[in-house]
């Protein structure tokens, strides 16, 4: 748990990216969109940054790159990335950290308006 | 069309990226950005054009990251030169890649006089941008061998920009009648035009040498200093680079200058070539100093020659006489003989004191 504490806060970039995983593997069109729907098009990935990113997340053992296993139709095989179990266990503690901040701000009736 | 376009020319950015990285990701980003610009593409002209700035500004700063990253990963062993990488032969590429300091200026320089005829100031900004950018690559590569000639160019400008006032205010002749020579007064003009043209390249010898002790106090860098103080003809090299700038500088304002300056670069591009193919270091210096040696010569011959031609001459109508010729072709014998002389010196590093790995490399 310490080690993971270590790794926080992560970057908006990571934390998307590993929150577009969170529900399954996707390949890297699907991430990018993803991202940019879950930030409400605040956070637009161009492909260098998102396969930069996904190299680190692939060096640290966060994600894991994997043959596709539906079939999209081409012979050529589709990778898709997931994430591992240190990769989850480091989404909960930033999304518990994110929490954790927003309380704070809720305890002082600080009122966050949705854009 | 334009969709095939933006394609090319991503794939062409992917290069950006080292070989591993483009190995291991080059076929799905090539494949996530076709999916994304077709969909944009759909979407409209507009959001086509936003997808290829967003990619245009990203993915130059994202390679130079990959590539930094990967650098800092290898081990400080693996990032040094081979003491002995001179005696292996450089790839074709990078014997391009190094000649084409030379080649390029020459080129520019051919194309403006045949098809554009822009001023000299616009030729100059090109080859100092080519320049550049080959320094800054070869920078973050950690100045392989192709960089060299790119490495001595750099620092002759960063020479003329920062201490060539400081020699021209040095090299007046208060200078001498304060050291008050004997006979100064016979022969001042030639000892003053003795030391001037001296002091200009042995300035470019101290700056290569505080370049030299810089490499040595940076440990990124401090590999690449120790392959240089093993092979001292690599420092010969750079300033053989730094001298073809300086050289571009002798031609003076001449009106059939420009085949002598693409005649004196073309020789400076094959003694570089020849240097890069050759094992021996007693071999490598001497093509340096046969490739300076007929530049040169084709300078005093631009000289001879194209007096008559001086466009000052033409608007007063003057002829100049034999004797004026001579006048100023001989100064580039001077020049000559100091620069080889600095060719040379760069064999006083084998002086200095070695400990250690450090072995003595046989002459010949």
Redesign the interface.
């Known amino acids: 748990m310490a080690d993971i504490e270590s790794q926080l806060p992560l970057t908006e970039v990571t934390y998307f990216i590993l929150l577009s995983l969170s529900p399954g593997p996707r390949h890297g069109y699907s991430i990018m969109k993803d991202v940019r729907y879950l930030s409400r098009d605040r956070v637009v990935l161009s492909t260098g940054t998102l396969y930069g990113a996904l190299k680190r997340l692939l060096d640290q053992g966060w994600i894991l790159r994997v043959d596709d296993s539906h079939d999209n139709g081409s012979s050529r095989v589709r990778k898709v990335y997931r994430l591992t179990n240190l990769g989850q266990h480091v989404l909960q503690a930033e999304v518990m950290r994110l929490n954790s901040l927003v309380t704070a701000a809720q305890l002082r009736a600080i009122i966050i308006n949705p854009r | 069309m334009a969709i095939q376009i933006v394609h090319s020319i991503y794939r062409v950015f992917l290069h950006l990226y080292s070989p591993a990285?483009q190995a291991?990701?080059g076929d799905?980003?090539m494949?996530?950005?076709s999916?994304?610009a077709s969909e944009a593409n759909l979407q409209g002209s507009r959001a086509l054009k936003e997808l290829c700035l967003?990619?245009l500004?990203?993915?130059p700063?994202?390679?130079l990251?990959?590539r930094l990253g990967a650098e800092r990963i290898k081990k400080p062993d693996s990032f040094s030169i081979n003491p002995l990488d001179w005696q292996s032969p450089l790839s074709r590429g990078e014997i391009l890649l190094a000649i084409a300091a030379f080649l390029v200026p020459a080129v520019l320089v051919l194309a403006n006089s045949t098809f554009f005829s822009l001023p000299m100031a616009s030729l100059i900004r090109v080859a100092l941008a080519f320049t550049v950018i080959a320094f800054l690559l070869g920078m973050v590569k950690g100045f392989p061998r192709w960089s060299f000639p790119y490495l001595g160019m750099g620092l002759c400008v960063a020479g003329y920009l920062f201490l060539f006032q400081w020699t021209a205010d040095l090299i007046s002749p208060q200078l001498l009648i304060k050291l008050e020579l004997p006979f100064w007064h016979v022969s001042t003009g030639l000892l003053w035009q003795i030391i001037s043209v001296g002091l200009v390249w042995l300035g470019l010898f101290i700056i290569t040498i505080l370049f030299l002790a810089l490499l040595a106090l940076l440990p990124r860098f401090r590999p690449l200093y120790l392959s240089i103080r093993r092979d001292w003809t690599q420092v010969s090299l750079i300033l053989y680079s730094e001298m073809a700038i300086a050289l571009v500088l002798l031609f003076e304002d001449y009106r059939t200058e420009e085949p002598y300056g693409i005649a004196s670069l073309l020789f400076m591009a094959a003694g570089a070539w020849l240097f890069m193919r050759r094992p021996l270091p007693c071999q490598r210096v001497l093509f340096l100093l046969g490739g300076l040696s007929l530049a040169l010569w084709v300078v005093a011959t631009d000289r001879w020659q194209a007096l008559p031609d001086l466009r000052s001459a033409a608007e007063f109508h003057w002829q100049p006489l034999a004797p004026a010729q001579r006048l100023e072709a001989y100064p580039v014998l001077l020049h000559w003989a100091w620069m080889s002389a600095v060719l040379l010196l760069p064999v006083l590093i084998k002086l200095l004191p070695r400990r250690g790995r450090l072995e003595d490399e046989d002459l010949c």
Do not use: G, H, P
């Open positions: 990285f291991q990701f799905e980003m494949e996530v950005f999916e994304a967003n990619e500004r990203d993915l700063v994202t390679a990251r990959e």
